[in-house]
């Protein structure tokens, strides 16, 4: 079942897919030109993840369900 979103929720989605899609060629264009090999951005913001998590204070819930949406597109 999908819930609708309000207009401010729609914007905030439409952002956030945005900048995952950027960051998406950004990183295939970095990769093409040997400055990353494959799944090295992933893997740095996994660890990058798992470094907030444990040794900040709380951490947005937002904020690492983007991290995580960043990571998951940045895999293919």
Do not use: W
């Not at 950004?26 to 799944?39: K, M, R, Y």
């Not at 947005?60 to 998951?72: F, G, K, M, P």
């Amino acid at each position: 079942m999908s819930k609708k979103l309000s207009p401010e929720g729609e914007v905030i989605a439409a952002y956030g897919a945005a900048v995952v899609a950027a960051f998406q060629v950004l990183i295939n264009c970095l990769e093409e030109s040997d400055v990353l090999q494959p799944a090295q951005f992933a893997d740095a913001l996994r660890v990058y993840t798992e470094m907030i998590k444990s040794n900040s204070g709380p951490v947005s819930d937002v904020t690492l369900a983007v991290l995580h949406d960043i990571r998951t597109a940045t895999l293919d």
